[in-house]
Nanobody, 123 residues
Framework: QVQLVESGGGLVQAGGSLRLSCAASGRTFSTYAMGWFRQAPGKEREFIAAISWSGVSSYYADSVKGRFTISRNNAKNTVYLQMNSLKPEDTANYYC????????????????WGQGTQVTVSS
């Protein structure tokens, strides 16, 4: 069982940066692939980024490639999402997720979810 708690969301102007953190409980965090997703009001949950258990492999949605970076620190049981050059269309509730399997990009592939952290980008 893994419990996830996101933090770091907030209000930022377009062009600004935020770093989201996702703290995980459990001794097996280092064996889990992790993902970030987001959901805006009235829209489906959208894949943003994923990272393998080792941190060697990562995937990004085209909409954030080159602007967002996913990373992890297994010693701290934490995964991060560095978001640069933020745009108003990045406004959403951001969720981290975990799966005890290889890296994946579909939300249905993830077993554990956090409660989310709100990111609002003003124009």
């Amino acid at each position: 069982q893994v419990q996830l708690v996101e933090s770091g969301g907030g209000l930022v102007q377009a062009g600004g940066s935020l770093r989201l953190s996702c703290a995980a409980s459990g001794r097996t965090f280092s064996t889990y692939a992790m993902g970030w997703f987001r959901q805006a009001p009235g829209k489906e949950r959208e894949f943003i980024a994923a990272i393998s258990w080792s941190g060697v492999s990562s995937y990004y949605a085209d909409s954030v490639k080159g602007r967002f970076t996913i990373s992890r620190n297994n010693a701290k049981n934490t995964v991060y999402l560095q978001m640069n050059s933020l745009k108003p269309e990045d406004t959403a509730n951001y969720y981290c997720a975990a799966r005890a399997s290889p890296i994946a990009t579909r939300s249905s592939d993830y077993n554990y979810w956090g409660q989310g952290t709100q990111v609002t980008v003003s124009s």
